[in-house]
């Protein structure tokens, strides 16, 4: 069937509008759609390919996103970044929360303003938050503008210029092309990383069941991202949106529908019976105006401001064109103090980052099963699951922000930036899984009530040697005595030195082919950091249970337990030395730090026999505790059973909180042997740190994700006479 052609004459407005009202053309194209963009393709054949002005069509009817090719073949891509959306939120655990973020028009145009300059700070484009040294893009120069939608929201549009330069720029281009990226996620910056927000950034308001944060003109927007999921669902890549100036448009092309009828059925009438008076031409005109209404009008106003400012914008680029040399030479006089970080990653606030934060926070009260499921979430985010997962080797690291505190081990300062390399042409990965898992790891061990947790930790994650080294005291300065007169005896301590070396213990990760099949479509992350989060159990169990065997030859897989060193007369070492009671490492007699229970039950006698051994070597009494099985805590517990006298109108019974014995904690553990206590002087028996806790991947040679988590560590004491083991009590 011929379609319907312009008539001379004619405007654009009125010929879509008579083009979509046509009967033939409705059955022919139903698609409302499809016939607009039909109408436009015979609009521009009439007129010489020559596209509509920009003041008449801004939008794009085509269902989906808008690709631009220009000249050279570049691809650019449209939509909108931002709208004046509430979004779907998210959870807040540091404040017990739910939160939800809408931005407000004014900062809209405030962004647009930072776009059409050309802000460094504000246009450039990533995908999914991996900021990288080579963007994926750019938002182009005088291409942002703010469009009102149907719903009375505010959209701030903007072209992307896509790099085809980037390595990945193919895969990129089909991702889009296949609509797999077909929204978009924006970075801002409100201040609230640094501790408080900006001035003018943020207004908190508390509304029915959640907290409303409006982002305003100070929040700074630090770039976009091309994305998959996006928190807003409205920041499509041109999503079908009528702004304010089509509806308008829309409405009058409604009304002229049936005056055009008249024109479509009988085009050859058109021809006047004789040439029209010259005389007569202005009044013609006069009644072209007279058909204009109030709304196209008011539009016409409109766009001949949007001209105007147009002009004078363009004064402005010329003029600008003309001062530049002058203000470049002025520009280059002033003294720069400080330097702008090439990936200002800590500024940028996209919710998976946020909540990952919040994991370094001492004071979150964020389960651990939440922190693996957030760190999970943050990798996917940053493209971590994607294809195979990789790690960087441990001894190929620099432990740079591990530490120890005390008896926990801590992560200080860890970032996404951790193994980022200083060169700002060459920039490896910004972060990595062991980077993101690691913190989490170590979390999750020092949330067990275990004895490992108990004893001391040493950081040598920065040391080169393989062994810890120590030094011990064997023998007391002698010149220590009271004197009469001036005469000043000199002396010193004597002391030994030892070494031990670190021990490796590792556990594997493995997530099958079809186990990764089946999450397909969901987070592949949930599977995977669960994976980790049981393993990690798994290696704390087995590193706990080492903590009490009888193992301390230096040539053995484990580290040396309190039975080897307790058991004097069967280990005969300690250190590759030879044990005596010169060196320290023998107690006087072997039943000084070995008691034998008997086989009877747990008695007052043998644990103050075990504390005096402690204190005689010189052990504070509050670095002491005892360490037991639950029966033998039920042994200990039984003794004082009988002298316990609850009050008549009372109907508590037993022990409340931690159990001590003559004022030292007694912790419980399973991993103890059924029938032993140990007395562990805190201050002496330590854990030396040579490789933290690590996440490594291995590479793939099966259907399936193979890694292991490993930590290289050494267990010393430093007074091995003050540790003693009350063996073979009674267990029933």
Not at 417 to 443: G, K
Not at 633 to 660: H, N, W
Request: aromatic share 10%; charged share 30%.
């Amino acid at each position: 069937m011929p379609l319907i052609s312009p008539l001379k004459g004619e405007t654009q407005s009125k010929f879509i509008s008579r083009f979509m009202s046509n009967e033939s053309m409705k059955k022919e194209y139903p698609d409302q759609k499809q016939r607009v963009a039909i109408a436009h393709s015979q609009w521009r054949k009439k007129h010489g390919g020559k596209k509509p002005d920009k003041k008449e069509s801004i939008f794009c009817y085509i269902q989906g996103y808008e690709n631009k090719e220009s000249k050279d073949g570049e691809l650019i891509k449209g939509g909108y970044i931002a709208t004046t959306h509430l979004d779907s939120g998210w959870f807040d655990e540091g404040r017990n929360l739910y939160v939800r973020d809408r931005v407000a028009k004014e900062t809209l145009f405030k962004w647009k303003d930072d776009l059409n300059a050309g802000n460094p700070r504000a246009n450039k484009v990533s995908v999914h938050h991996n900021r990288e040294s080579h963007v994926t893009g750019k938002g182009m120069e005088d291409t942002a503008r703010v469009d009102e939608f149907p719903d009375g929201e505010y959209g701030l549009y903007v072209d992307t210029f896509i790099d085809k330069t980037k390595e990945n720029f193919e895969k990129t281009a089909y991702r889009i092309d296949n609509k797999l990226l077909d929204s978009y996620s924006i970075e801002y910056d409100t201040g609230i990383t640094k501790g408080e927000y900006y001035d003018g950034a943020v207004i908190e308001t508390q509304e029915d069941g959640y907290l409303m944060r409006t982002l305003m003109p100070g929040t700074l927007l630090q770039g976009y991202t091309l994305a998959s999921q996006p928190m807003n669902e409205n920041c499509v890549m041109l999503k079908e949106v009528l702004n304010f100036k089509e509806l308008k448009e829309n409405k009058n092309m409604e009304k002229e529908n049936k005056e055009e009828e008249a024109v479509v059925e009988k085009p050859a009438e058109e021809t006047p019976a004789e040439p029209a008076p010259a005389a007569e031409e202005p009044k013609e005109e006069e009644k072209e105006v007279s058909k204009i209404s109030k709304d196209d009008m008011s539009l016409l106003k409109e766009i001949k401001t949007q001209r105007e400012l147009k002009e004078k914008e363009i004064e402005f680029k010329e003029l600008y064109k003309k001062l530049k040399p002058e203000l470049k030479e002025e520009l280059n006089k002033v003294e720069v103090k400080e330097k702008v970080k090439t990936n200002p990653e800590k500024n940028m606030e996209s919710k998976e980052l946020i909540e990952y934060k919040e994991i370094f926070n001492p004071e979150s009260k964020i389960s651990v099963d939440r922190q693996f499921k957030i760190a999970a979430d943050f990798a996917e985010s940053k493209g971590m699951m994607k294809g195979e997962l990789k790690t960087t080797l441990a001894l190929q690291r620099e432990f740079k922000n591990f530490a120890t505190n005390g008896t926990y081990l801590e992560f200080k300062g860890l970032g996404v930036t951790t193994n980022q390399n200083t060169d700002t042409d060459y920039l490896l990965s910004a972060a990595e899984l062991n980077d993101v898992f690691d913190p989490v790891i170590y979390n999750a061990i020092n949330q067990k009530t275990i004895t490992w947790n108990l004893l001391a930790k040493d950081d040598f994650s920065t040391k080169g040697n393989n062994q810890v080294q120590f030094v011990l005291k064997t023998a007391q300065n002698t010149s220590a005595t009271a004197y009469t007169g001036n005469a000043v005896a000199t002396g010193n301590v004597t002391r030994l030195k030892f070494m031990t070396k670190f021990k490796k213990y590792q556990v594997g990760v493995e997530v099958d082919g079809d186990m990764i099949a089946a999450a397909r479509g969901g987070p592949i992350g949930d599977v995977f950091a669960q994976e980790v989060r049981d393993s990690t159990d798994d290696l704390m169990e087995v590193i706990n249970k080492d903590l009490f065997i009888s193992v301390g030859a230096e040539t053995a897989a484990g580290v040396i337990g309190f039975q080897y060193i307790a058991n004097q007369a069967t280990n005969t070492t300690l250190y590759n030395l030879t044990r005596t009671a010169a060196n320290k490492l023998n107690a006087d007699a072997a039943a000084d730090i070995y008691i034998n229970g008997s086989s009877a039950n747990l008695s007052i006698t043998n644990l103050r026999a075990a504390k005096r051994q402690a204190v005689k070597e010189g052990a504070s009494m509050n670095n002491l505790v005892f360490i037991g099985d639950s029966i033998q805590g039920d042994k200990l517990r039984s003794v004082y059973d009988a002298a316990q006298r609850p009050i008549p109108t009372s109907s508590r019974f037993g022990f409340e909180g931690m159990m001590t014995f003559d004022g030292i904690p007694f912790f419980e553990d399973k991993d103890c042997g059924d029938a032993d206590v140990y007395l562990i002087d805190l201050e002496t028996h330590r854990v030396a740190i040579w490789v933290p806790p690590t996440l490594e991947m291995l590479g793939k040679d099966a259907d399936s994700q193979k890694g292991f988590i490993k930590t290289y560590f050494a267990t010393y004491n430093r007074a091995p006479r003050r540790l003693v083991w009350i063996y073979s009590n009674k267990t029933t």
